[in-house]
T-cell receptor, first 115, second 116 residues
Framework: LAKTTQPISMDSYEGQEVNITCSHN???????ITWYQQFPSQGPRFIIQ???TKVTNEVASLFIPADRKSSTLSLPRVSLSDTAVYYC??????FGGGGADGLTFGKGTHLIIQP | SAVISQKPSRDICQRGTSLTIQCQVD?????MFWYRQQPGQSLTLIAT?????????ESGFVIDKFPISRPNLTFSTLTVSNMSPEDSSIYLC?????????????FGQGTRLTVV
């Protein structure tokens, strides 16, 4: 399993773009990168998943450089409601996504958005 | 997607007693997963529950402490046995889905357990 390293916490302001970087130097060829968001008193929620280059959905963008040893979750124009813990997970498509195998969560990044 | 309902949402229990947490999914799934999240911590996988066979436990978790049932493809229970204050945590169940674009996990709202 590829170990992931994220900042423990980040602060930003409403309307700003927030980028959270995750390092995963030991990522394997079959591994995907998946990000989850967790609000207090709720279970984690899937945000985005990618293998290489750039992935964008209605919530976020995920940037993955060619060597895939890191990835950056980009949240455009954050609001107070984006205050949450963000987890970066790396594993093959089943592991990282929670299909046949469970997930291994790191410590995550506590993102605090201020007015 | 998958909608997961957990019961109870929270409970306060006396040490030495047991609590059974129920997890209901709105569609049939092969695997269901149970996690624990201790206060201020990340999630830790307890076990994988596969219908028709015994659950598979992760290192540090044993069946005698956390017995799991999986009677059908939409339901599972996790029992926290002989509880101590160290078992105070949020317990979450989860299922995985593979769609056209992604493979993702869905989680219940969790059961907040306090042992006194």
């Amino acid at each position: 399993l590829a170990k992931t390293t994220q900042p423990i916490s980040m602060d930003s302001y409403e309307g700003q773009e927030v980028n959270i970087t995750c390092s995963h130097n030991n990522i394997a060829t079959n591994d995907y990168i998946t990000w989850y968001q967790q609000f207090p008193s709720q279970g984690p929620r899937f945000i985005i998943q990618g293998y290489k280059t750039k992935v964008t959905n209605e919530v976020a963008s995920l940037f993955i450089p060619a060597d895939r040893k890191s990835s950056t979750l980009s949240l455009p124009r954050v609001s107070l409601s984006d205050t949450a813990v963000y987890y970066c997970l790396v594993g093959d498509i089943w592991f990282g996504g929670g299909g046949a195998d469970g997930l291994t969560f790191g410590k995550g990044t506590h993102l605090i958005i201020q007015p | 997607s998958a909608v997961i309902s957990q019961k109870p949402s929270r409970d306060i229990c006396q040490r030495g007693t047991s609590l059974t947490i129920q997890c209901q999914v709105d569609s049939q799934v092969t695997m269901m997963f149970w996690y624990r999240q201790q206060p201020g911590q990340s999630l830790t996988l307890i076990a994988t529950a596969n219908q028709g066979s015994e659950a598979t436990y992760e290192s540090g978790f044993v069946i005698d402490k956390f017995p799991i049932s999986r009677p059908n493809l939409t339901f599972s229970t996790l029992t926290v046995s002989n509880m101590s204050p160290e078992d105070s945590s949020i317990y979450l169940c989860s299922v995985g889905r593979t769609g056209a674009m992604n493979t993702e996990a869905f989680f219940g709202q969790g059961t907040r357990l306090t042992v006194v």
